[in-house]
């Protein structure tokens, strides 16, 4: 699962200090409902640079915030550019399945980049990992999406809107407090026995990957997607499914880097 890999990149993020990198870089950029990520690996694959800021530029897949979701690319590549010292023109993006691949393409290229790979999300993961009789379950902010590989091809794919959001919904009503607070303590989900509470929707996250992978050859659950970052995400899943379910150490940071890898 490269968790290593993943578990530096995680170190890494918004650090702006300048490192010395040989040979060429790859950077890809992950346009999600809940943040934009940029991620640059070098030569080795290993993370030279990353870049996160939570904001909601794509719901649905439709970009709510065109202008916002410039703002942030063209910051993030003018960071990594001081950080690595050398010119961004080139990077990879990809998009959730079953939408336009043209929304993030757009957006890379309104900064001046040269989009070398697009791919939908499950598809960048599947080929990193080369998966086979797997399924790709990414419970992001606004939707839960699985994608049945087989042999690093995925053979079907589909989403629900249920997410991230819908915990924080849920913890929020709990306590009677406003969703960025809830937000906040989901967070720190052992101090406030999280899991517990959103136990039901998380039951629910379940039932929607049981019903998309219903007849299809799945063996093993790989879970993706910043809500897999929630402790006793596993636990729910074993219990619900009854497969072997894989966790990488940075489950926010999978895609990104899968994108990264593209080539
Ligand atoms: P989508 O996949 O819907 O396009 P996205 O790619 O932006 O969205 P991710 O970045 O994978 O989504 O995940 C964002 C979600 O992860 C948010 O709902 C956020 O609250 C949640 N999240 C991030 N960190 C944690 C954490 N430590 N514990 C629980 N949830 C977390």
């Not at 063209?74 to 079953?98: H, V, Y």
């Not at 990193?128 to 990414?138: F, H, M, P």
């Not at 590989?149 to 629900?160: A, H, K, L, M, T």
């Not at 407090?177 to 937000?183: L, M, N, P, Q």
């Amino acid at each position: 699962l490269a968790c290593e890999r993943l578990d530096r990149a995680a170190a890494m993020i918004n650090d702006t200090e300048a490192v010395e990198v040989e040979g060429p870089i790859h950077v890809g950029i992950d346009l999600g409902t809940a943040d934009v990520v940029l991620m640059a690996i070098d030569a080795e694959g290993e993370p030279v640079a990353v870049f996160l800021e939570w904001a909601e530029v794509v719901r649905d897949g439709v970009v709510v915030d065109y202008v916002g979701a410039i703002d942030i690319v063209r910051r993030f590549i003018k960071q990594a550019e001081e950080r690595l010292g050398c010119e961004i023109t080139q990077a990879s993006t990809s998009f959730p399945p079953g939408t336009d691949a043209r929304l993030s393409i757009n957006i890379l290229e309104s900064v001046g980049l040269e989009v070398t790979y697009v791919e939908d999300e499950p598809s960048c993961v599947a080929h990193l990992l080369d998966l086979n009789k797997a399924a790709i379950v990414d419970i992001g902010g606004g939707t839960t999406g699985t994608a049945v590989v087989r042999n690093s091809q995925v053979v079907f794919s589909d989403d629900e809107p249920t997410g991230g959001k819908h915990l924080s919904l849920t913890i929020a009503g709990y306590y009677d407090i406003s969703i960025e607070e809830a937000e906040q303590r989901k967070r720190k989900a052992a101090e406030f026995n999280i899991l517990s509470i959103v136990r039901p929707t998380l039951e629910r996250v379940t039932d929607i990957v049981a019903d998309h992978i219903r007849g299809q050859e799945v063996e093993t659950i790989l879970l993706s997607g910043g809500t897999c970052c929630l402790p006793g995400v596993v636990g729910v899943f074993e219990k619900e499914l009854k497969l072997p379910i894989q966790l990488p150490t940075q489950p926010l940071m999978l895609t990104p880097f899968s994108i990264a890898s593209l080539n």
